[in-house]
């Protein structure tokens, strides 16, 4: 998949999804969906977000970049288009945003938004508007309808709300795929291994949203193998309060496996929530607890299949 944040470098002509797209949930793979198949597939989304654009505050993110960009390589996606967002763009009407950046720079063939997709300056363009635009070029416009899930809206926050309750299944569900935290392996204070759980202290992209803290049955991959083997993990989201930790760690035990993962980048896909984190009054304790967590974690993976999961990618 070619990658580029430039408006130079843009293949054309386009077949176009457009959105934020954090998480690619159904919802949005949804909007995707129509474009796959054709040259050149194109994603076209806006970095920084919008919202922190306008607010100045990071925004937590469902799908970091490098982590969007392999969901939607996975999906078929040829392109993706990392539009600079910035008092430029943001100043132009609807009529100016498609006919510069949709008609003349990606040479849009066809374009695909969701139904509560909005546009131009102040957000003052609808897909109504979007479609009565494009149509004056000949370029057809796809509106996919709101996706529900049990009665519910399929949305980025709803996803967020969930994951920072603990709900994970429901958060699975509602993305289509289990949610994955993605980092590289630094040293940690090795307190595992003395008491016999050797931990992979896991460090995320700081715009990475982190669930709600306490432990985890996980699959873990290897991203330095080409077609990793799924690894069945248990993983701690907290402060560690029984040894006085003072800063959130995340913090990985691989069942049945040992070896060296210092400087590499694994994928985790969290399976199950297990228990909220909590304080032992000794480590002979958490050690108990521990190994609970590890038989409750073996029998839950046992019952849930690994996904597939795909490691490539191309930047300009």
């Known amino acids: 998949m070619w990658i580029t944040s430039s408006l130079d470098t843009i293949k054309t002509p386009a077949f176009v999804a457009l959105g934020n797209f954090d998480g690619i949930h159904q919802g949005h793979q949804q909007v995707i969906r129509p474009i796959l198949g054709h040259t050149y597939a194109t994603v076209l989304t806006f970095c920084p977000h919008p919202q922190e654009f306008f607010t100045g505050k990071q925004r937590a993110l469902l799908t970091p970049r490098d982590e969007k960009a392999q969901y939607l390589q996975e999906l078929g996606v040829q392109q993706l288009v990392l539009l600079p967002f910035n008092q430029t763009l943001a100043n132009l009407t609807p009529q100016e945003f498609v006919e510069e950046i949709l008609v003349r720079r990606l040479q849009a063939k066809q374009i695909s938004v969701g139904q509560d ?12 508007d979007l479609q009565t635009i494009a149509a004056q070029h000949g370029i057809e416009v796809q509106i996919a309808p709101l996706f529900v899930h049990n009665g519910e809206r399929i949305s980025s926050s709803a996803i967020r709300q969930a994951l920072e309750q603990g709900n994970l299944s429901y958060a699975n569900q509602l993305l289509g795929r289990s949610y994955r935290l993605i980092g590289q392996v630094n040293p940690g204070q090795q307190l595992g291994r003395t008491i016999g759980f050797p931990t992979a202290n896991l460090k995320l992209p700081p715009e990475k949203f982190v669930p709600r803290q306490g432990v985890y049955s996980v699959w873990v991959y290897r991203r330095s193998q080409p077609n990793p083997t799924p690894l069945p993990g248990v993983m701690n989201i907290g402060r560690r309060p029984t040894v006085n930790g003072t800063s959130q760690t995340i913090e990985v035990h691989l069942l049945d496996w040992s070896g060296d993962l210092y400087g ?51 930047y300009d």
């Open 117 to 128: 997709f909005c546009f131009g300056k102040q957000r003052s363009g609808t897909t109504l």
């Open 264 to 314: 590499e980048t694994l994928s985790v896909s969290l399976e199950s929530f297990l228990r909220p984190e909590q304080k032992f009054s000794s480590l002979e304790d958490l050690k108990a607890q521990i190994q609970t967590d590890c038989e409750s974690a073996r029998s839950q993976l046992a019952h849930a299949r690994p996904q597939p999961q795909l490691m490539q990618k191309t």
